[in-house]
Every structure is written in C-alpha cells, then in structure tokens.
C-alpha cells in the first residue's frame, strides 16, 4: 500500500522479477565497452523488450544508443524505410525486413551494431499462423553478420517476448565473440 505525499507517491517494490538474462547481457556489455563500440535496436514482436532488457545492463549508457519499437507496416516503413511492397507480403515478418530493420536502425542512431527483430508471439489464425517464430538481424557499421530465425513454443505471449529476448541476445552475444574487432 502507497501514501500520498504532495503529489509523489511511495509504492512497496514488489519482488525482483529475473525475465532477463543477466549474465549474458552484462557479456554484452563487456564486449562492447572493452571495444569502444555501440548498439542500437529495432523492434516488433519484443515489443520493447530488447531494451528494457539491456538497459539493465550496468553502464548501460555507455554502449547503449536507444531504439526503436515499430509494431506496424505504416510505422516501420516511416521510422525504418523498410521496402513496403516486401514488408506488406510476408506481414512485415521475414530475413529481409530484420535486415533492414538492423541496418536503419544503426543509421537512425549512429550505433556500431543493431539488432532487430519481428515475428508472431501469439498464433495469427486468420493469416495461418500457428507456429510461432521470429526473424532477427545483427548489423556492424551497417552490414549484416547475422539473420535467422528463432521458433518458440506456444505459451503466453509475454513469454515468448521474454524468451526471444533472451534468445536473441544469446546469439548475438556469440556473433560478438566470434567477431574479433
């Protein structure tokens, strides 16, 4: 239970919640720090994960740029010039789009690398979506050294955001350490 004060309020923290993978961002981090590099990212069916996620990271501002959520075709193609006719026939869910996504996003703002990622969390009957997977890219000084596709489990939407995340820093912590910059 809260009290007001003035016009600030006081809440009882609730318990730490550990959605995000710690370790391997805090690696993340590491690598980019000890290289004077820096990230950005680009979003959709994370939602806003990614970064909430590495923000968490200490020293954050040191590597991190900021990023971009764009949930729909009107908004990705405005903010992120993806290619509108590719994007419109695949349900803005493919390589390309996470490639141009990562690509623009690095350029929007001025990072070494970027990840992005879009996909489906929830099944899309309607579409014929039933499995659920996602599309993510990793660019360096805007060219791609990863895209592929990650596949969950059918659980709540908020868990499969949550396990991309952490699936998608996994992977792009393992394209740092093989990348000897």
Known sequence: MGYCAGTSFVLNVPQQINM??????????????????????????????LQAAISLASMATAFYQGGVSAYNLNQKTRLLHIDPVHALS????????????????????????????????????????HDLFSFFAVAYKGEIQKVDRVMAKKDDPLNVQVFYTNEVFRLFLAVLTDTKR
């Not at 993340?28 to 950005?40: G, H, M, Y």
């Open 90 to 129: 695949c349900n803005c869910v493919s390589g390309k789009v996470a490639e141009e996504m990562a690509v623009n996003v690095s350029k929007l703002f001025q990072s070494d690398w970027a990840i992005a990622i879009t996909g489906y969390a929830a099944p899309v009957p309607d579409l014929g979506i």
């Open 20 to 49: 995000y993978n710690l370790t391997t961002i805090n690696g993340i981090k590491d690598i980019l720090v000890s290289r004077n590099e820096t990230l950005s990212m680009a979003e959709s069916v994370t939602s806003g994960h």
